[in-house]
């Protein structure tokens, strides 16, 4: 099993929905857990932490759910400016582990 | 602009070429990493040096050589390399483990592009 798994895409969706990614995670005493955004071409970048309780960033919203090992990135508004991936980091023993990343296309 | 940058940005280089990427971080952190992505393909962890001490080396190749001469540099040394080594090559940085606790967010340089021919 993948240690980070997530959904290849691509997400076609148009300006002002709504979409969510998911990702699963293997190792269950993962403790750090994030989304990042990678632009073509250009290096991963720190979209947000997620929290345990779950939380908010303006139009992002990060859930955990430890039970399941599975993390989710909801985006709502979008615009054209997400289309990006995003990828599902889960940290391992010495370092980050990323997912394959899951690809957003916002539309006009 | 990020805190990490690299040299070169892009490479190319043949088979039996010598060859050094360079890696500097201006945030004071104590942790480095050198990942490799290939097209389609998720980051791939290949070393990680904690307080000057390498600590991981994921079943790299030994045609890759890291160095890591103080906590904001970090080098690859590549040499004899094969075509399906072509990718982007990404370094990161950010605050060990045992200095902060907990696995804190990686920040990454803009990566160099290499292309074995």
């Known amino acids: 099993r993948k240690e980070v798994e997530q959904d290849p895409g691509p997400f076609n969706v148009p300006e002002g929905a709504t979409v969510a990614f998911n990702c699963t995670y293997s190792?269950?005493?993962?403790?750090?857990f994030f989304w990042y955004r990678q632009d073509c071409r250009k290096e991963p970048k720190l979209l947000m932490s997620?929290?345990?309780s779950g939380n908010e960033d303006g139009r992002f919203t990060a859930q955990l759910n430890r039970a399941s090992q599975y993390i989710s990135l909801l985006i709502r508004d979008s615009k054209l400016s997400d289309s990006a991936t995003y990828l599902c980091?889960?940290?391992?023993?010495?370092?980050?582990?990323f997912g394959k990343g899951t690809s957003l296309l916002v539309t006009p | 602009e990020t805190g990490v940058t690299q040299t070169p940005r892009h490479l190319v280089m043949g088979m039996t070429n010598k060859k050094s990427l360079k890696c500097e971080q201006h945030?004071?952190?104590?942790?480095m990493y050198w990942y490799k992505q290939s097209a389609k393909k998720p980051l791939e962890l290949m070393f990680v040096?904690?307080?000057?001490?390498?600590?991981e080396n994921n079943s790299v190749p030994s045609r890759f050589s890291p160095e890591c001469p103080n906590s904001s540099h970090l080098f690859l040394h590549l040499h004899t390399l094969q075509p399906e080594d072509s990718a982007l090559y990404l370094c990161?940085?950010?605050?060990?483990?045992?200095?902060?606790?907990?696995?804190?967010?990686?920040?990454f340089g803009p990566g160099t592009r290499l292309t074995v021919t």
């Open positions: 990161a940085s950010s605050q060990d483990l045992r200095t902060s606790g907990s696995f804190d967010e990686q920040y």
């Open positions: 190792n269950s005493a993962s403790q750090s």
């Open positions: 997620v929290y345990s």
């Open positions: 980091v889960v940290n391992g023993r010495y370092a980050l582990n």
């Open positions: 945030l004071g952190h104590n942790a």
């Open positions: 040096y904690s307080l000057e001490e390498r600590v």
